[in-house]
């Protein structure tokens, strides 16, 4: 009876034992069930959040390669502090290839702009240009108009001598002819004597 | 004769000891990164230079905390806890030196930006004027 009773006692006692030791092994793995999520999480969310950006991949495939990798080893990993290094390592990688495809994308923008605005200073340049141009223009089609003005003057002034000279001429001959017919001129007017 | 005898035999039990405590911190603790901490610690000074005490300031702290606890488990023979810390080290500085570089670009990108609008009002204000 007393054996029995003893018996039993064991079989508590070790049934209890067996049961804490269970409760303990699954209180750990899922205390490192957890602490592999955790730390997990944060490299995932920064290496999607990278990924889903098109951009990053394209101007930052080096670092983008690098952490997939990291996270992908971290995934795999047994030993807690090298899953946790590992997914640090994975976060900061992702964060990095955010960062060098920023630099690369600002860079090239700058070098957009740097092209546009060339571009708008040689289109002013060129209406600069534009507007000189026929304002010269304009100033020779002046300068023509008052050439042939001038011209014509010239030309209305050589009539006038011409004309001038003729009658100068004229007179001298009259003046000769009269000579010839010996008049004199007197107080009384030009008497002939014929 | 016989006491000759007996301190050779002590010296090398003692030289045996000591190798294989030499052999077995070998091969338990593994190597100090000494050459990852001079890479790491370049790494700082290039993101130092590139202006990441400002654009950076966090990951600059970090890299330079964690190269110093690097240092200390090397000093205390950790070191693979060491190894870590100095690639964690070493990531955090190149990070904080492209973030720097990256808000340099994005700022430069701007100025070019600024200075097309200015570019384009003074364009617009002398061609009214003629």
Do not use: W
Request: net charge negative.
């Amino acid at each position: 009876m007393e054996k029995i009773h003893r018996n039993s006692q064991l079989m508590k006692t070790g049934l209890s034992v067996i049961i804490s030791v269970i409760l303990f092994t699954i209180g750990c793995a899922t205390v490192q069930e957890k602490e592999k999520n955790v730390a997990l999480e944060r490299a995932r969310a920064a290496y999607s959040q990278a990924q889903a950006n098109p951009d990053i991949s394209a101007n930052a495939p080096v670092a983008m390669h690098e952490a997939a990798q990291s996270l992908q080893k971290a995934e795999q990993v047994k030993d807690v502090k090298e899953m946790e290094h590992l997914a640090y390592l994975a976060e900061r990688q992702a964060q990095l290839a955010v960062a060098i495809a920023e630099r690369k994308m600002a860079e090239n923008e700058r070098e957009r702009l740097i092209k546009e605005r060339d571009k708008i200073l040689l289109e002013a340049r060129e209406r600069e240009l534009e507007r000189a141009r026929s304002e010269a223009e304009a100033r020779a089609l002046e300068l023509e108009q008052a050439r042939k003005e001038a011209e014509a003057k010239a030309q209305e002034s050589e009539i006038a001598r011409l004309q001038s000279e003729e009658a100068i001429a004229k007179r001298k001959q009259l003046e000769s002819e009269l000579e010839e017919l010996k008049a004199k001129q007197t107080e009384r007017g030009i008497v002939l004597t014929l | 004769m016989e006491g000759k005898m007996r301190f050779s035999v002590e010296v090398i039990i003692v030289l045996v000891f000591f190798c294989g405590l030499l052999v077995g911190s070998c091969a338990s603790k593994g190597v100090a990164p000494v050459e990852k901490i001079s890479t790491a610690e370049k790494a700082i000074d290039v993101a130092r230079e590139s202006n990441a005490t400002i654009s950076a300031p966090l990951e600059l702290k970090l890299a330079e905390d964690k190269l110093k606890e690097a240092k200390a488990a090397i000093n205390e023979e950790e070191f693979e806890k060491a190894h870590r810390l100095v690639d964690e080290a070493l990531i955090n500085a190149n990070l904080a030196e492209a973030k720097s570089r990256s808000e340099k670009a994005k700022k430069l990108a701007q100025e070019m930006r600024d200075s097309i609008d200015t570019l384009r009002r003074e364009i617009e204000r002398t061609e009214k004027l003629k």
